[in-house]
């Protein structure tokens, strides 16, 4: 069979109703295009999406008839909210309404928002909720910074929104944390990453504006309460990677 891309995935989900959009490396490299550096690029074999929970059927039936094979314990276990298929050697990874890891991101109302991708602030919080972010992690939040402008609400150009993005961890002290975390330690490994003197000033400038907006934001009583416990308290989740039994995956 010829090799199946995110994009014939999205069609044919789209084809019976449902909605999709990508996240993951791949969804970097489509927001960011031919502006990426091209010290950020890198290969995604994965291809990982998110759907609605509505929108379960068409999944299914998608991905049967473009000749996916099912991880039938994996989603039996685990298909309210997650399904990995594969094709040929390339893992689908579907997340359905919840992007459950080192915290839990609610995305079904997002899809909407951007074409084939989610909105830039989505992809670039499922970077920066990693606790223990790795060098791909750090990579890809980099590339985000750098290719899409810091604004309050939508615009065309791809754009990082600042407002919602404060408003989502005004109100998640584990997740304001997680994510201030993760910034800083992008900025201090900017030059590592970056590999370019221009481009390390342009990501720390970019990366303690966005500090500057999140510590800015208005804080719920919740948010409150919760920064009275502090690091007192495990904040976040270790997920550990899925177990499957296709010949060709990692599990």
Known sequence: MNEITELDVIAAIAARGGVARLLGGRAVMNVCGDGMPDVLRRHSADIDLVTRGRDRRALKSAMADIGCEAEEE?????????????????????FIDVFRMCHTLHFGDR???????????????????????????????????????????????????????????????????????????????????????????????NIRELIKYLDSAPRSMGWRMRSII??????????????????????
């Not at 994996?74 to 990874?93: Q, S, V, W």
């Not at 584990?174 to 390390?200: F, H, N, Y």
Request: glycine fraction near 8%; proline fraction near 7%.
């Open 74 to 94: 994996f989603n039996l276990l685990n298909g309210k909210e997650r399904m990995i298929f594969h094709a040929g050697g390339t893992k689908i990874d579907i």
């Open 111 to 205: 899809l909407a928002l951007h074409p084939i991708t989610l909105p830039p602030c989505d992809l670039l919080l499922t970077k920066l909720q990693v606790f223990h972010a790795e060098h791909k992690d750090l990579s890809d939040a980099a590339a985000l910074l750098l290719c899409c402008d810091l604004l309050p609400g939508s615009g065309k150009a791809p754009t990082i929104d600042t407002l919602y993005l404060s408003k989502l961890l005004g109100e998640d002290w584990g997740l304001w944390r997680t994510v201030t975390g993760t910034l800083r330690k992008l900025d201090e490994q900017a030059g590592d990453i970056c590999k370019s003197p221009v481009l390390m000033k342009r990501l720390r400038d």
């Open 230 to 251: 502090g690091e007192r308290s495990v904040w976040y989740e270790l997920p550990e990677e899925p177990t499957t039994t296709h010949p060709h995956a990692k599990g």
